[in-house]
Structure formats: structure tokens, C-alpha cells
């Protein structure tokens, strides 16, 4: 007698796509939606920049999460005979050591580079560490350009047949 009920790897399997698609659409919508759109419509640029810095910071610790579950979630799916999640993890295992990266050494150094500057009275960009707050949010940008390539890379895999 056949059953109707989903085998458990499949509710699991779509529960992965489910959240690495929302995830990722967070970090396209952030990244290339709304850091545009705060720079766009404030005149000042350095509160515009405290703005996104804070929105990227939630976002970064938000890939942490989400990138750990999934990985857990990943291992799983392995353990359970789904093969093609072995690749999903080395993309997640990428993307979590962005995210570790960002939340953890860039946008500390960077907080602090700036609130140096606001204690002295005067914009990070006119601080004498204008050229290394530069260098790291190249750096940071280079970061995030690379974890969303690698989302939707993770995306394209997980809609494979």
C-alpha cells in the first residue's frame, strides 16, 4: 500500500531552499538595493555610511546564523543520501568565512576607525585614517561582492535537478 506522506529528506530539502533563498535575497536586496538607496536620498554622507554600516553588520550576523544552520542542515541531508548537499557545504563554509570576516575584523576595525574620528570631532574620511577606513571598506565591499556571487551560486546549485 503506497503512503502519502513526504519522506522526511524532502520536507528537510525544502526547508533548506526555503531559507538559503530568503537569506540570499536578503543579501542582494541589502547590499544592492538599499546601501544605494540610503546613499541616494541623505545629503550626509558619513550618517548615510553609519546607516549602512549598521544594516550590514545585522546582516553579517544574520549570515552567521542562518550559515551555521544551514550547514547543520547540509550535514544532515548528506547523512541522509543526498550527495549533491556535499558541494552546498563547501559554498556555505565560503560564505560563513565572509560573514566571520565581516562581523568579527572588518567592521569592528572599521567602527572604531570612525568612532576615533568622531571623538576628535571630525569625519573618518578627514581623519588621518581616511586611507585605511578606505582600504577595508574595499576590502569589506570585495567581501560581500564574493558572498553574493557565492548566494547565488548556492542558489543556481540548489535549484539543479
Known amino acids: 500500500m503506497q503512503t502519502l506522506e513526504t519522506p522526511k529528506h524532502l520536507v528537510a530539502q525544502r526547508l533548506f531552499i526555503v531559507i538559503a533563498g530568503l537569506w540570499v535575497g536578503s543579501l ?18 558619513q550618517a548615510a555610511g553609519m546607516v549602512a554600516g549598521s544594516i550590514f553588520k ?16 547540509a550535514n544532515l541531508l548528506v547523512n541522509r543520501g543526498l550527495n549533491q548537499f556535499k558541494i552546498i557545504r ?21 567602527n572604531t576607525l570612525r568612532d576615533d574620528a568622531l571623538l576628535q570631532g571630525i569625519p573618518v574620511m578627514l581623519s588621518p585614517s581616511a586611507t585605511l577606513f578606505g582600504r577595508l571598506h574595499g576590502v569589506s565591499s570585495i567581501l560581500f561582492m564574493l558572498q553574493s556571487l557565492l548566494g547565488i551560486f548556492l542558489a543556481w546549485r540548489l535549484t539543479k535537478r
Open 28 to 45: 542582494l536586496t541589502v547590499g544592492y538595493l538599499v546601501a544605494p538607496a540610503i546613499f541616494s536620498t541623505m545629503t550626509d554622507r
Open 58 to 73: 545585522l546582516e553579517a550576523y544574520l549570515s552567521l546564523i542562518v550559515c551555521i544552520g544551514l550547514m547543520v542542515l
Open 90 to 110: 563547501w559554498i556555505l563554509l565560503a560564505m560563513l568565512l565572509c560573514a566571520i570576516s565581516a562581523s568579527f575584523i572588518l567592521i569592528p576595525w572599521m
